[in-house]
């Protein structure tokens, strides 16, 4: 038995049969080596347009620095000879507030062209970020979206263009109005913009969609006008909207407008108020739906239609106004699992 576990890269790469690609990436350079100090890290430059953003908890978690963990950071230069953080951003924090002056900062610097715009400075930057952390790191979704913005990527630009049009935001993304409204779950409002509702071939299709998923959102706003949440009442943080729920609303509102008929449909808009709701809240309901693929469908269902159903009995209503089986089967045989009760097998 072969015990001795060291090993070369060559020995790596044909033991595990790696296949070989020679060469290069064509029109790309090398990363220059520089070694920092003191003042020069204080002063480098963070483009919070495509960086994620500093997490104060996780750099007190790290206590006085070590520098061990002072691993080279990738920096960029622009044409004006400012540095740039690409990745290594909390690296340079720790170094900053340490105070001490006397110890090396590594840097792999990539140098932009002398006729280099900022707007082809910041494109080329968020690629190189989007690379390092997409293959070496985990990056969240938003991160994804708003380094995306950057360089022109079609499903981020939609994204921020559908945050913009509904008037939220999510950490500093989005709409940059002072009354937008703080996404809480922003994964859950990436599958409704981009699978559920992605960018039309046309701009009649698009603004259509677009139009659906305010419909949602003031639906969200009758039902919820008084929640802690929603008005922050509760905090100093921002007025904030659970982004299940806001996917749960939009289901609502296209439920209303197709599958109701003009009685049902009055009836039901007028349940969609905050009184009807104001025994629970939007925290509490969140949980209840989760996150998961059918959390629309499980609040349509749980959500609205089951204490719908339980209201219109404690209050003695009957007649052709009312949602029963026969609706919902014909519902499922016109859309499909569009509008089916995940709780239910089919």
């Given at each position: 038995?072969?015990?001795?576990?060291?090993?070369t890269?060559?020995e790596?790469?044909?033991?595990k049969?790696?296949?070989?690609?020679?060469?290069?990436?064509?029109?790309?350079?090398?990363?220059?080596?520089?070694?920092?100090r003191?003042?020069?890290?204080?002063?480098?430059?963070?483009?919070?347009?495509?960086?994620?953003?500093?997490?104060?908890?996780?750099?007190?978690?790290?206590?006085?620095?070590?520098?061990?963990?002072?691993?080279?950071?990738i920096?960029?230069?622009?044409?004006?000879?400012?540095?740039?953080?690409?990745?290594?951003?909390?690296k340079?924090?720790?170094y900053s507030?340490?105070?001490?002056?006397?110890?090396?900062?590594?840097?792999?610097?990539?140098?932009?062209?002398?006729d280099s715009?900022?707007?082809?400075?910041r494109?080329?930057?968020?690629?190189?970020?989007k690379?390092?952390?997409?293959?070496?790191?985990?990056?969240?979704?938003?991160q994804?979206?708003?380094?995306?913005?950057?360089?022109?990527?079609?499903e981020?630009?939609w994204?921020?263009r559908?945050?913009?049009?509904?008037?939220?935001?999510?950490?500093?993304?989005?709409?940059?109005?002072?009354?937008?409204?703080?996404?809480?779950?922003?994964?859950?409002?990436?599958?409704?913009?981009?699978?559920?509702?992605?960018?039309?071939?046309?701009?009649?299709i698009?603004?259509?969609?677009?139009?659906k998923?305010?419909?949602?959102?003031?639906?969200?706003?009758?039902?919820?006008?008084?929640?802690p949440?929603?008005?922050?009442?509760?905090?100093?943080?921002?007025?904030?909207?659970?982004a299940?729920?806001l996917?749960?609303?939009?289901?609502?509102?296209?439920f209303?407008?197709?599958v109701?008929?003009?009685?049902?449909s009055?009836?039901?808009?007028?349940y969609?108020?905050?009184?009807?709701?104001?025994?629970?809240?939007?925290?509490l309901v969140?949980?209840?739906?989760?996150?998961?693929?059918?959390?629309?469908k499980?609040?349509?269902?749980?959500?609205?239609?089951?204490?719908?159903n339980?209201?219109n009995?404690n209050?003695?209503?009957t007649?052709?106004?009312?949602?029963?089986?026969?609706?919902?089967?014909?519902?499922?045989?016109?859309?499909?699992?569009?509008?089916?009760?995940?709780?239910?097998?089919?």
């Amino acid at each position: 038995m072969n015990l001795n576990k060291e090993r070369t890269v060559l020995e790596i790469v044909q033991d595990k049969q790696i296949p070989i690609i020679k060469g290069t990436v064509c029109d790309t350079q090398q990363l220059e080596i520089r070694i920092l100090r003191g003042i020069a890290v204080d002063m480098l430059k963070v483009d919070t347009i495509y960086q994620r953003m500093i997490n104060p908890s996780r750099i007190k978690k790290y206590g006085i620095l070590n520098p061990q963990w002072l691993t080279a950071a990738i920096l960029a230069e622009r044409p004006d000879g400012s540095l740039w953080i690409i990745d290594g951003q909390n690296k340079a924090v720790l170094y900053s507030r340490s105070q001490v002056k006397d110890i090396d900062f590594h840097c792999l610097v990539f140098v932009h062209d002398k006729d280099s715009s900022v707007e082809e400075c910041r494109k080329i930057e968020a690629k190189i970020y989007k690379n390092i952390n997409e293959n070496l790191k985990s990056l969240s979704t938003l991160q994804k979206i708003r380094s995306g913005v950057v360089f022109g990527d079609p499903e981020s630009c939609w994204v921020e263009r559908v945050m913009v049009k509904l008037n939220l935001t999510s950490q500093g993304f989005g709409s940059q109005k002072k009354d937008a409204l703080e996404v809480l779950g922003f994964n859950q409002l990436h599958i409704m913009a981009t699978k559920e509702f992605p960018c039309g071939t046309n701009e009649l299709i698009s603004s259509e969609r677009i139009s659906k998923m305010k419909s949602g959102l003031e639906i969200y706003k009758k039902m919820w006008a008084k929640d802690p949440t929603f008005t922050n009442s509760t905090s100093k943080k921002k007025p904030s909207i659970f982004a299940n729920i806001l996917r749960g609303c939009v289901l609502v509102g296209e439920f209303n407008e197709n599958v109701l008929k003009n009685g049902q449909s009055v009836n039901f808009d007028n349940y969609l108020k905050w009184e009807n709701f104001q025994f629970t809240n939007t925290k509490l309901v969140s949980k209840m739906i989760g996150g998961d693929g059918v959390s629309a469908k499980r609040f349509l269902h749980s959500g609205v239609l089951d204490p719908y159903n339980i209201y219109n009995t404690n209050h003695g209503f009957t007649g052709a106004g009312l949602i029963g089986e026969e609706t919902l089967k014909k519902s499922l045989v016109k859309y499909g699992q569009k509008f089916s009760n995940p709780q239910v097998r089919v």
